[in-house]
């Protein structure tokens, strides 16, 4: 759309340009699309989208988009802080939720890391309010004409008096906020991030926004050996807690569950990339707008239309496929977290698996539902072995039996279940008749390691020992579009393959990877992360008259604790002696392994950390944290580094095409190593090209600056 002011913009002309009148044009329609999800006054929501940036009219701001501008030393403009002279344009019951609209969109009102947020500036700045009055008289004008242009009524003159009588009312009402958090900050956040994006763009999908999904797909498929598909799923309690086998269906019935837009939630890349594709797949023949939500999301709608790969950050998906991490902010209260609120109201939750998070994720998970159900979300839960303590304590959390739909499979249907014969071995080498014989019957070998180095080493070594079977290493250290074609060639070709076949791996392959081997050999892991390694064998069931059952062979645990890392040695030492040797696996005891291995529920202790604790928020409205120093420590282990070789081609690539390109390390094995660091992207770590292998994936022992390839330096 094209309007009279065109020249004044609302972004450089480097980041698109796009003109101040568009963007708020375009902010409102998706403000009164918000507003309708929840409730909220439409007309309210409209006139704050029309105000939250016209601040940018002033001719200080515009000139900061100049190219090639240098802030003078002291200058400070902020936007947001012009726009609240113009609320005099208001009745007094639009004031007070517009100012929520406006003050706090980019900055906390207060503590704002960098000491910017209204009430910050007011405290520290005595200048504060002169300098963003400079010219006022000449501008404002010009902005209510741009204003009246773009549709708002009821305009009248703005005196300088009025402007910072205005300025100072903003200041009350933010001094006079309880606790708590602001819907109207998260809509017009929500709303502005997504006009941002698409940038003046229509597209069909955005008719799709704020669409519940059609799931009767689900609804239509039963099958005797999925005993969850014959159970109904209309119990009126909102909630849901189902424990069942690998395999019984949970999936199916936990998306029958849900009544309105869906948010799937699971604990690694892997097993959300197979969610995703997944319920595309099932899903296929409805406009259903389905997105996945991870740092290399991209790679799996890199063929996707435009809108897609645009969308898949922001508000109002059907179906959104996540790892809890991002939804971490609703915790820890980081910026943002207001939006994700408008976006989470009154949705479905699936949490699958969330006994596989470490004990501060847990911890992170339950605080998670806590701030859920408070915000009128319905939270389903499926598990295969959660301890029985943990269990307990999500049915409080949840309300009890009253709030909660339990569902339970019988001792009958879970010796149905049984397929695995399981056998003790004390070191890999003492299987090595068992490996030859089942690559001579042409069976599919699944090795699962629980340390990316051991699984290197292991790999290598079966390469050379095997040079004419198929043979695959997965794990997470490699490149992101390699570890997409790795996931991708494990479920088209491996699975199906019909000659022998070996795939080394670590944790990946554990939860919701739909893959069916003849044989594992497994490092000792936790009971339950077993339990979830064993459902990739055998895992096609048959009737129980025709059950057939496959051999699992489980290492001793070492016996030093950094050998057993990432798990609790004294855990690996439990499962061990709850297992079985040179017998089945019964289903119907799996609850009670689990429960002797964990007996109690040791967690992080949050409070300090949380923003919600005991039904009450410890934060006030328009405030936010800076990022939490607990999220930091987790996000310790997701940096990124890239090859030397490839850094000019990933610098100069859009974000999403970076993913491509980036390896997830730990921090603490590169972090210290003195390697040089890209500005661009996500400002990956930048290793020598002989520290990494596209068969082998990331080779720590070589991510040393001595190991750069020099004539790269000179380029």
Request: glycine letters at 6%.
């Amino acid at each position: 759309m094209k309007g009279k002011y065109d020249y004044i913009l609302a972004k450089s002309l480097e980041n698109g340009g796009t003109s101040l009148f568009q963007h708020l044009i375009d902010v409102s329609h998706y403000s009164k699309l918000v507003a309708e999800q929840l409730g909220l006054d439409k007309e309210i929501a409209s006139k704050g989208a029309l105000l939250h940036d016209i601040g940018k009219a002033s001719p200080l701001f515009q000139k900061t988009l100049e190219k090639g501008y240098q802030r003078r030393p002291g200058f400070m403009f902020r936007h947001e802080l012009a726009s609240l002279f113009f609320l005099s344009l208001l009745n007094d019951k639009e004031k007070a939720l517009i100012i929520e609209m406006i003050v706090a969109h980019h900055k906390s009102v207060y503590k704002d890391i960098g000491g910017k947020g209204l009430l910050d500036l007011v405290e520290n700045d005595p200048d504060c309010l002169d300098q963003h009055l400079t010219d006022f008289e000449k501008w404002a004008p010009i902005a209510l004409e741009l204003l009246e242009e773009a549709g708002f009524t009821g305009l009248k003159p703005i005196s300088r008096k009025q402007a910072e009588d205005n300025f100072w009312g903003a200041v009350e009402h933010c001094e006079s906020k309880k606790y708590g958090y602001s819907l109207w900050k998260g809509l017009l956040i929500a709303a502005d991030h997504l006009a941002s994006a698409m940038d003046g763009r229509s597209t069909p999908r955005l008719n799709t926004l704020f669409a519940k999904p059609n799931v009767d797909f689900y609804h239509n498929r039963k099958n005797d050996l999925y005993p969850l598909s014959l159970l109904a799923t209309d119990d009126e309690r909102p909630h849901t807690l189902v424990t069942a086998s690998t395999g019984a269906g949970k999936t199916d019935f936990l998306l029958r569950r849900c009544r309105g837009r869906i948010f799937y939630v699971l604990p690694f890349q892997a097993s959300i990339n197979a969610m995703y594709e997944r319920i595309k797949v099932d899903l296929k023949d409805t406009d259903v707008d389905i997105r996945l939500l991870h740092a290399a999301s991209s790679l799996k709608i890199e063929k996707g239309k435009i809108e897609e790969k645009i969308l898949q950050r922001h508000i109002g998906a059907s179906i959104k496929v996540l790892t809890p991490h991002q939804l971490a902010s609703l915790v820890f209260g980081t910026k943002g977290y207001e939006a994700l609120i408008v976006d989470l109201v009154g949705c479905d939750i699936i949490l699958d698996e969330i006994h596989t998070y470490s004990s501060t994720i847990q911890a992170i998970v339950l605080k998670i539902v806590d701030v859920l159900c408070s915000i009128g979300c319905r939270v389903h839960i499926g598990t295969a072995t959660m301890p029985t303590v943990l269990y307990q304590s999500l049915l409080e959390r949840l309300g009890g039996g009253n709030h909660v739909y339990e569902v339970k499979l019988s001792d009958a249907v879970l010796d149905s279940f049984n397929r695995h014969i399981i056998y003790k071995a004390e070191i890999f080498q003492d299987l090595a008749e068992v490996l030859q014989d089942a690559i001579e019957k042409d069976q599919k070998i699944l090795i699962v390691c629980n340390q990316v180095k051991r699984a290197q080493k292991l790999y290598e070594k079966l390469s050379s020992l095997y040079p004419n079977v198929n043979k695959m290493l997965i794990h997470s250290r490699f490149k992101r579009g390699r570890r997409n074609e790795l996931e991708t060639d494990l479920r088209e070709t491996y699975n199906k393959s019909k000659d022998a076949c070996i795939v080394v791996s670590t944790q990946v392959v554990e939860v919701s990877l739909d893959i069916n081997f003849d044989l594992m050999i497994t490092e000792c892991a936790p009971i339950d992360a077993l339990i979830q390694r064993f459902g990739r064998i055998n895992r096609i069931r048959t009737l129980l008259a025709n059950q057939v059952f496959k051999p699992i062979y489980v290492l001793a645990p070492p016996t030093d604790k950094s050998d057993a890392l990432p798990y609790d040695l004294d855990v690996l030492v439990r499962t061990y002696a709850t297992l079985p040797n040179g017998a089945l696996l019964e289903e119907r005891h799996v609850q009670q392994m689990v429960d002797t291995v964990y007996s109690e529920l040791h967690l992080i202790n949050i409070d300090l950390n949380a923003v919600f604790n005991n039904g009450k928020w410890l934060i006030k409205e328009l405030w936010h944290n800076p990022k939490s120093a607990l999220l930091e420590a987790l996000d310790i282990d997701s940096v990124t580094c890239i090859v030397d070789k490839d850094r000019e081609e990933y610098e100069q690539l859009p974000y999403e095409e970076q993913a491509r390109m980036e390896i997830p390390v730990s921090y603490n094995s590169i972090g210290w190593r003195g390697l040089d660091r890209s500005q661009a992207g996500s400002k990956p770590f930048v290793i020598p090209g002989k520290s990494y292998d596209e068969e082998i994936g990331f080779l720590n022992e070589y991510a040393k600056p001595e190991f750069y390839d020099v004539t790269l330096q000179f380029i």
